[in-house]
Structures are given as structure tokens and as C-alpha cells.
């Protein structure tokens, strides 16, 4: 959790932002231990996942966290070096400073898609008046980020607004990319998408 945390680049970032894709790739590391070949361990929507030579594994990516109707499919071999897909958002189990129904995150293992997921959610964050935020000690005294600013509600936003938030993701996921710490992204807002790549998913049809 530790060092997903830190690859990720983001000093916003506690340890507890990679505990669910970590608890799963845990669970990996026990089932290759004993010989399992092709395996997926799903934590509430963090995926960790190894696939046997010769296998293929399709990974459906949800619409949002809310509504887990597929959009995108995800392919992955054992060629393809993908160890986790973890997704953010409005409606997870924890808090995120974002907009995003859905930030989902493709990396090497999933404590680090985990990690890449939440700064992801966390990039699509906008001002506007119908995003409404509080203090994280406010909604949760426990929590590992009491000052910042996370988001309980989102109502309909401008269609430039909704550009903006969903560039701003595509930026954090461009500078993920180019520090290895991700392999791919798939971020919705408000209905609309942005793939990186763009090849990273098929849409479902």
C-alpha cells in the first residue's frame, strides 16, 4: 500500500488508497503460491488478476460505480503485463475530491491500479455549483485525509465543465503513463468518457 501509494507521484495520497486492490492482490499472490494458473480476485470493484499462458481474460468496465452496466471490455493475456483494474468514483466505499461516476485504472498489480485510480477520481474535481463538497473529518472523524475538500454530491453539469474535468484526468493519466506507475485508463463524467489509450478497451456493443 506503501509503496503504491508513493509511485503514484501523488503527496495527497495515505497508504489506505491502494488497501482494497491490495486485500485482492494478497488473495493472488495465495492462489499463485499453490499453483493456481489463471486467476481473479474482485474486491468491490478492484480487480487483481493473473492470466496462464495460452488464457485470455475480458474484464468488463462499468458504467459507473452506481451502474455496473458495461460500457468497455478490457482483453488482457498473459503477454499483456496487466496485474490489476481498480476502479474510483462517486459511489465507492471511500471519499473522492472528484466528479467521476467511474476513474478505472490498469496496471502491472492492483495495489497500484488502486493508487492510480483514486488520483485519477481525484483530478476530475471541478468547481461549480452543483458540486457540493465537505471536509472529510466532517463526514468520517477517522479518516486518513481530514482537511481535504471531498465531494457528496453532483448535480447536472455544463457540457464545457464536464470537458474540463474530464481533460484534467486525462492529464494525471498521461503523467501516470509516462512514470510507469499506469497502462491505461478508462474516466467518465456526466455519460462522457476518455480512453488512455484510446485502444486500451473495446466499447461493448
Known sequence: MVDAAVQTGDH????MAAVAGSIAQVALEAGARVGVGTMIVENGGDIALMVAPGDSVRIGVAES???RRPTHVVTIDSSSGIGGICTSGLGGRSFTQG??????????????ADACATVLGNATNVT????????ARDLDPT??????????????????????SLEQAA????????????QGAIVRVCGRAVLLPP????PVK
Not at 495527497?12 to 497508504?15: C, F, K
Not at 481535504?148 to 470537458?163: A, C, F, K, N
Request: hydrophobic share 45%.
Open 199 to 202: 485502444e486500451i478497451a473495446e
Open 143 to 164: 479518516t486518513d485525509i481530514p482537511d481535504l475538500l471531498v465531494t457528496t454530491r453532483v448535480g447536472s453539469l455544463p457540457h464545457d465543465v464536464v470537458s474540463r
Open 128 to 135: 461549480h455549483p452543483a458540486v457540493e463538497q465537505r471536509r
Open 12 to 15: 495527497t495520497l495515505t497508504p
Open 65 to 67: 460505480i452506481e451502474r
Open 99 to 112: 466528479v467521476a461516476e467511474a476513474a478505472v485504472a490498469v496496471s502491472r498489480t492492483a495495489a497500484l
Open 171 to 182: 492529464s494525471a493519466g498521461r503523467l501516470l503513463l509516462a512514470g510507469g506507475a499506469l
